[in-house]
Structure formats: structure tokens, C-alpha cells
């Protein structure tokens, strides 16, 4: 009866082959490149409403405040993005039609402190300041030549993103 039992031989050999043929196996898996995950882009809407602007032309100019502007209803606001929340777009819809002048502005209220960056009716992916803190002011009067139209009574929209 043991004459019928496999040599050692068969059997160590056999192993052996079976770990050479696991080890290639093993190899090409490791060298395949894995799928890079593509990024998810998260958003948030946020709507507003406005009856008039806030400034003459640009905070940075007229140093308006905000918060005085929001108190009556008119176009300013000071809001704040979300951890991870890295570009606002924004688009206005006045009552008219027309598109309506606005401004970002990052800083204090005089020329030498604040950065403006000035928009006509709207504005994709504007980058929010490292702090989070966005200040936002609608034209009162349409002072401006490339996009002569006030706000009159209307909406904001803001879409923050994390990603553009």
C-alpha cells in the first residue's frame, strides 16, 4: 500500500511550483496601477434677496459697510465659507433683467487695505479668502461703465465649492 503513495519528491516539487507560480501572480498584481480616485465636488446654494445696492462703485472706494446695507434690505452682505469650501460663483437676477454690477472685496474699507474683484451680473469661481470671511456689495446706481445697470430688487445666488 505505500507503493501507491506519491514520492516526497512529487510533493516538495509540486509545492514549489505552486509557490513560483503564486510569487509571479503576486508580482504583476503589485506592478498594475491602481485607479486614481478623482476628486467628489461638493456644493452649497445659498440665495438672497436685495431691495437696491449698497455701494457708488466699489466698497474699496466708497468704504460701505455691509452689515449697514443688509440691516434696510439693500445689496451687502458678510458671509462665510465652510471648512473645505474654496470658490463661490455667483449670479444676480434683477427685476429688470439687466445684469447689475457687484464687487468681493477682501480687507478694510479704504483703497490701501482692501483687494476688490468686480463682477457684471455674474462670476464663476471666485476664491474665497484663506479666513473664510466674504464680503459682498451690489452697485446702487450702475456708476460703473462696463455694466451701467443699479440693482434694483432681485436675487443672489452663491454656490460655494470645494473644487472649481
Same mark, same amino acid.
Given at each position: 500500500?505505500?507503493?501507491?503513495?506519491?514520492?516526497?519528491?512529487?510533493?516538495?516539487?509540486?509545492?514549489?511550483?505552486?509557490?513560483?507560480?503564486?510569487?509571479?501572480?503576486?508580482?504583476?498584481?503589485?506592478?498594475?496601477?491602481?485607479?486614481?480616485?478623482?476628486?467628489?465636488?461638493?456644493?452649497?446654494?445659498?440665495?438672497?434677496?436685495?431691495?437696491?445696492?449698497?455701494?457708488?462703485?466699489?466698497?474699496?472706494?466708497?468704504?460701505?459697510?455691509? !452689515?449697514?446695507?443688509?440691516?434696510?434690505?439693500?445689496?451687502?452682505?458678510?458671509? !462665510?465659507?465652510?471648512?473645505?469650501?474654496?470658490?463661490?460663483?455667483?449670479?444676480?437676477?434683477?427685476?429688470?433683467?439687466?445684469?447689475?454690477?457687484?464687487?468681493?472685496?477682501?480687507?478694510?474699507?479704504?483703497?490701501?487695505? !482692501?483687494?476688490?474683484?468686480?463682477f457684471c451680473g455674474a462670476l464663476k469661481?471666485?476664491?474665497?479668502?484663506?479666513?473664510?470671511?466674504?464680503? &459682498?456689495?451690489?452697485?446702487?446706481?450702475?456708476?460703473?461703465?462696463?455694466?451701467?445697470?443699479?440693482?434694483?430688487?432681485?436675487?443672489?445666488?452663491?454656490?460655494?465649492?470645494? &473644487?472649481?
Amino acid at each position: 500500500m505505500l507503493d501507491k503513495l506519491p514520492g516526497v519528491r512529487l510533493i516538495g516539487g509540486a509545492l514549489v511550483g505552486v509557490m513560483i507560480f503564486g510569487t509571479a501572480l503576486g508580482a504583476e498584481a503589485a506592478t498594475k496601477k491602481k485607479p486614481v480616485k478623482k476628486p467628489v465636488k461638493h456644493t452649497r446654494t445659498v440665495t438672497l434677496s436685495y431691495l437696491g445696492g449698497c455701494t457708488v462703485d466699489t466698497p474699496a472706494v466708497s468704504g460701505s459697510l455691509t !452689515s449697514s446695507c443688509a440691516q434696510f434690505g439693500a445689496g451687502g452682505w458678510a458671509l !462665510s465659507a465652510r471648512p473645505g469650501e474654496k470658490f463661490v460663483s455667483i449670479s444676480v437676477k434683477d427685476v429688470t433683467g439687466r445684469n447689475v454690477a457687484g464687487a468681493f472685496w477682501e480687507g478694510g474699507g479704504g483703497t490701501t487695505t !482692501s483687494t476688490t474683484t468686480d463682477f457684471c451680473g455674474a462670476l464663476k469661481n471666485y476664491v474665497a479668502p484663506a479666513d473664510g470671511a466674504i464680503k &459682498l456689495a451690489l452697485d446702487a446706481v450702475g456708476a460703473r461703465t462696463a455694466c451701467p445697470s443699479g440693482a434694483t430688487q432681485g436675487t443672489v445666488t452663491l454656490v460655494f465649492s470645494n &473644487l472649481p
